[in-house]
Each structure stands twice: as structure tokens, then as C-alpha cells.
């Protein structure tokens, strides 16, 4: 094989490999949530992790949050989600996230999420400056739209 068919082949795996790579991508953020309060809404998209699943099979349900460190709204649920084999994220941000260690959902609207035991469920897509003019502890009601 010539040096021109080795960058062929080269081209076009990664045409393929990328294309693959961006429907993952759409396809890892398929359910959406919805956080109603008093004061507006706030959209969640989930991703597909066994975490997420094991969250979304919680709702709906009504919880009470609560500011903490002037950058993330808490929670704690029910019960503890399960997060056998799950990956944890030390260095990634996300929005909506479960703290394994206090049992509670973070839901950051400033600043970033980055723990030892933080699991990613998500992104919020709207609604963050919501969260972020809430004073003091608020309920909100969680269920699945999409």
C-alpha cells in the first residue's frame, strides 16, 4: 500500500470513527428532566449512565434543596443511588450530579463540580440563572419530559 491508500484508509476511518463519535454524543444525552419551582423551570438533560438510570427511576418526586457554598443547590434523596461500576469524575464538570459520599444531588449553577464520589448524571440546558437567584431553601418538583 502506497503512502496516498495508507491516507485514504486513514481519512476515512476517521470520517467514520467521527461521525460515530457525534452520534454517541447526541444519543448520551437523550432523556430530559424537568425541575419545576415557584420561580421558573429548570431542564436537565441526563446522560445514559447506569447512574442516571437508577436516578431517573426515582421520579417523579418533590425534594427540598438547599444552597451550599453559594454554588451548588442540595438535595439528599430517598435512598442512595446505586454506583457499582459506575465512573466517578475527579477532573469533569458537570451541572447535575449525585455526591456519593453525603447521598445527595448537586446541582451546580456556578463554579464547577469536581470530587472524589461526584457521578455525573447530567446538564442543565436552561434555567441555571434560576437556580442561581433562589434564596434560601426551596422545593421543587423533578419528573421526566422526554
Not at 17 to 33: I, N, T, V, W
Not at 68 to 93: M, Q, S
Not at 115 to 130: D, H, N, P, Q, T
Request: charged letters at 20%.
Amino acid at each position: 500500500m502506497n503512502t496516498f491508500q495508507k491516507l485514504a484508509v486513514l481519512f476515512v476511518a476517521a470520517v467514520v470513527l467521527g461521525s460515530s463519535h457525534a452520534s454517541r454524543a447526541q444519543d448520551y444525552y437523550k432523556m430530559k428532566m424537568l425541575m419545576r419551582l415557584d420561580t421558573g423551570d429548570v431542564i436537565v438533560a441526563l446522560n445514559d449512565s447506569s447512574v442516571s438510570a437508577d436516578f431517573a427511576a426515582l421520579l417523579p418526586l418533590t425534594a427540598v434543596f438547599k444552597d451550599y457554598a453559594g454554588a451548588e443547590k442540595i438535595t439528599y434523596l430517598p435512598r442512595e443511588l446505586n454506583t457499582t461500576g459506575a465512573e466517578e469524575f475527579h477532573d469533569v464538570t458537570g451541572d447535575f450530579a449525585y455526591y456519593a459520599p453525603w447521598g445527595n444531588l448537586a446541582v451546580f449553577y456556578k463554579g464547577s463540580g469536581r470530587a472524589s464520589g461526584l457521578y455525573i448524571l447530567g446538564r442543565i440546558e436552561s434555567g441555571k440563572e434560576i437556580l442561581a437567584a433562589q434564596k434560601g431553601d426551596f422545593a421543587a418538583s423533578l419528573e421526566i419530559i422526554e
